[in-house]
């Protein structure tokens, strides 16, 4: 990029914000990133065990910090034709009526529960029971952060003008507008996932969340324009005063999307904080029962998703309690000790010397009920942190191989490849335990910013620099690497999954249900 402005603008700037970090991504029409500035996001508050929680305008300044960082390698914001925002998902802020937070934003990984409200009318009651589905809507209840807020923090929510997603408030402080894009709504909120609308009044999500309508943001289809930057965005960002504000989708749809996965029997596999199994369709299928399938990042199209809540966010776990050599290493080298991990794979065989992970650190709605628990079982004395690291990666893999049969029963499309994204994904060990443990062929990319080029693309189709969404997913898509399944390795991972892996929950479940009970 050259140091003087273009005479027209010639990049869309893809503001993505997951877990981690923020990163603040400048994208051609090509597709290629031409700049990149990423932040980490950090100061999480713990007030309890169990909650996670964030400054509201911190995530403000991160990125405006992130947009400023562009500029200073010699971007110039003139350049820039449209922003697009992606955010991590169900991280929910309470505003005033002057649009100031009234408490910390509660995050998306918090495990606080609320307490049922019990305001279900008796016909909804009976008709849960009846589709023995009255743990699903008890888990709606408990997990909503406004029911909380009901219960421990009334007068806040009482004084809640503006209930938003993290993407509804970044789009609120660019654009002075309380609106948010259909393909971010992923959150406890009374949204209806099939028609892409805000419930109608008498769905029954009305009567088991303490949210009131006024409080929601106007709802726009993505690739619409949500607004202009305003003065003082402008001032904050660096970014030109009435530059668009295109509505974008949640990361994992812009993940999606960004990695191409548009054919019915491409599926998308994020390795990131929470690891996720997506295939895209036109038609609304639930692939676990009365589980949505979420906005996609194509307008009216729907992402069939199953989650391993916890995810390479394990990756994390494990570098925190057994991998302090790693982290002493990765400071002296100036390398993330992530990088490192490859050499414990290494250093194992398939099937980790007979131990067996379920990667269910937290419960997992379709795999395990409220006693869902993790377990890592068939310990010998010759074991080390090494066969640990890969029955942590092979339980992620058996665990979207799982997830892969079940969206395959559920859509009666076989899946044929799998697109991969997220930080766990560069990898080439991860990759190919991956691609062996599902049979499938794996591709991948060199850039691992997948959902920052998918909400590029919704950018750059939005400035009619492409046809359509799909057309820019075509153009912009890059370049893939396939790894295919070793023929060696697969009857072996075969035999585990079936014999040892897919048992082994049921055979727990009691036992962590008594102790669910011993520890309350």
Not at 157 to 172: E, K, Q
Not at 387 to 413: P, V
Request: hydrophobic share 40%; aromatic share 10%.
């Amino acid at each position: 990029m050259t140091a003087a402005a273009s005479s027209s603008p010639s990049l869309i700037l893809a503001i993505d914000f997951g877990t981690q970090s923020v990163r603040a991504l400048a994208y051609c029409a090509s597709g290629d990133c031409v700049a990149k500035c990423q932040l980490p996001i950090e100061d999480y508050q713990h007030p309890q065990p169990g909650w996670t929680e964030h400054d509201v305008e911190a995530f403000w300044r991160l990125l405006t910090d992130s947009c400023q960082g562009l500029w200073a390698q010699g971007i110039h914001s003139a350049e820039v034709a449209a922003v697009v925002v992606t955010t991590q998902r169900a991280t929910m802020i309470n505003l005033d009526k002057n649009h100031q937070p009234l408490r910390p934003a509660i995050i998306w990984t918090d495990q606080r529960r609320a307490a049922l409200r019990q305001k279900l009318p008796w016909y909804w009651r009976l008709l849960f029971r009846l589709l023995r589905i009255r743990d699903v809507v008890d888990n709606f209840e408990g997990e909503s952060e406004a029911n909380w807020l009901e219960q421990h923090q009334p007068t806040i929510l009482a004084s809640t003008a503006h209930y938003l997603l993290l993407s509804g408030y970044l789009n609120y402080r660019l654009t002075g507008n309380t609106v948010d894009s259909i393909g971010s709504q992923v959150g406890y909120l009374p949204f209806d996932f099939k028609q892409h609308d805000w419930c109608a009044a008498s769905d029954w999500k009305w009567h088991s969340l303490a949210v009131d309508k006024d409080t929601l943001p106007q709802l726009q289809p993505v690739g619409t324009q949500l607004g202009a930057v305003t003065a003082e965005a402008a001032q904050a960002t660096g970014l030109p005063e009435g530059l668009p504000v295109i509505a974008g989708a949640a990361d994992k749809a812009c993940e999606v999307l960004g990695v191409g996965a548009l054919a019915e029997a491409v599926a998308s596999v994020s390795c990131g904080t929470t690891a996720t199994i997506n295939t895209s369709r036109a038609r609304y299928v639930e692939v676990v029962p009365f589980m949505p399938a979420y906005p996609a990042a194509i307008p009216e199209q729907f992402n069939t998703e199953i989650q391993v809540f916890r995810g390479f966010w394990m990756v994390s776990w494990f570098l925190a309690q057994f991998g302090a050599e790693e982290r002493q290493r990765a400071d002296r080298e100036q390398v993330a000790p992530e990088t490192l991990l490859d050499e414990l794979l290494a250093q194992t065989e398939p099937g980790a010397g007979g131990l067996i992970l379920q990667p269910f650190w937290n419960p997992v709605l379709g795999e395990t009920g409220p006693e869902g628990r993790g377990s890592i079982i068939g310990f010998q004395d010759f074991h080390t942190r090494a066969h640990i690291y890969r029955a942590l990666i092979e339980g992620l893999a058996f665990a979207l191989q799982s997830g892969r049969e079940r969206t395959e029963r559920r859509t009666k499309t076989p899946i044929t490849c799998i697109r991969l994204s997220g930080g766990g994904a560069q990898s080439d060990y991860v990759a190919q335990i991956i691609a062996d443990v599902l049979n499938l062929p794996v591709e991948r990319f060199d850039d691992c910013e997948a959902s920052g080029r998918g909400a590029a693309m919704i950018g750059a189709a939005a400035m009619g620099w492409h046809p359509s969404i799909e057309a820019a997913a075509e153009s912009m898509v890059g370049m893939t690497t396939r790894i295919h399944p070793n023929p060696d390795t697969v009857p072996a991972y075969r035999a585990i999954y079936d014999q040892l892996y897919q048992p082994l929950y049921g055979r727990l479940k009691s036992l962590f249900s008594r102790q669910r009970s011993l520890s309350h």
